[in-house]
């Protein structure tokens, strides 16, 4: 595949499958994008891309597991070769453990979940930097979700404390990135996708991927006019 040296350079995490992909499906189908479909699992990954490239959309597949500083290392040094910069960074991969609502609190918990949502984010982020840098508009996206919310937490019934701790800690990480970069102009933002029939949840959401999607396109397409440091939905602003 031939990618015109103008195009925007865009790495989406976890997108072989829900949101992720419908988030690179988007991306990779308005004109001046190029989406690397990124995958822990590498078959997964060529799967979902080569869907996309059958439907006529610019993209290719990227191998990472944003819990292993190897792998990550590996994507760098890939988007490196070939492409030299990096334009936009969707950080959407992330787990819910289900026994979470049945047990305590535990260790393992909390490390398998913060290794994922907030860690490998944060990792993959800053691996990523040196590729940003070299994009003229930096963009970079990280999947959130209301259930990190302070504000909407209190009052709430209880539940999913580490899933909703570890998201609350990847906002904080936002704000971190977003205040360290916005005098280089840099849009950088978090995005709540709503309750979305995924893997994630069993399928049980309400909405679908591809209305999960919507925001995080919007975000990762701002111009230079746009916001950074926000929390959002396709509704709005969302409260921290």
Not at 58 to 77: G, H, N, R, Y
Not at 106 to 129: C, D, P, Q
Not at 169 to 196: E, Q, S, V
Request: charged share 15%.
């Amino acid at each position: 595949m031939t990618v015109s040296s103008s195009s925007k350079i865009v790495l989406v995490t976890g997108a072989n499958q829900g949101i992720g992909f419908e988030i690179a499906k988007s991306l990779s189908s308005k004109p001046g994008y190029h989406v690397l479909v990124g995958s822990r699992d590498t078959q997964r990954g060529i799967d979902a891309a080569q869907q996309l490239q059958e439907q006529g959309f610019s993209a290719e597949p990227i191998a990472i597991d944003i819990t292993s500083d190897k792998s990550i290392a590996e994507a760098v040094q890939q988007v490196t070769s070939k492409f030299g910069r990096l334009d936009v960074l969707v950080n959407n991969a992330g787990i819910c453990l289900h026994d979470e609502m049945t047990s305590a609190p535990s260790l393992r918990n909390f490390h398998e979940t913060f290794s994922v949502n907030t860690f490998g984010a944060t990792i993959t982020t800053e691996a990523f930097i040196p590729l940003l840098t070299a994009s003229a508009a930096p963009r970079i996206v990280f999947v959130s979700s209301s259930m990190g919310s302070l504000t909407q937490r209190w009052g709430y019934p209880a539940g999913w404390p580490i899933y909703c701790s570890s998201k609350a800690a990847l906002n904080m990480m936002m704000l971190h990135y977003a205040f360290k970069y916005k005098d280089a102009g840099w849009k950088i933002n978090a995005t709540c996708p709503g309750y979305c029939a995924t893997n994630l949840n069993g399928f049980s959401g309400k909405d679908t991927p591809a209305d999960g999607a919507l925001n995080a396109v919007r975000l990762a397409t701002l111009g230079d006019d746009g916001e950074t440091g926000t929390f959002s939905n396709k509704e709005g602003t969302l409260p921290w």
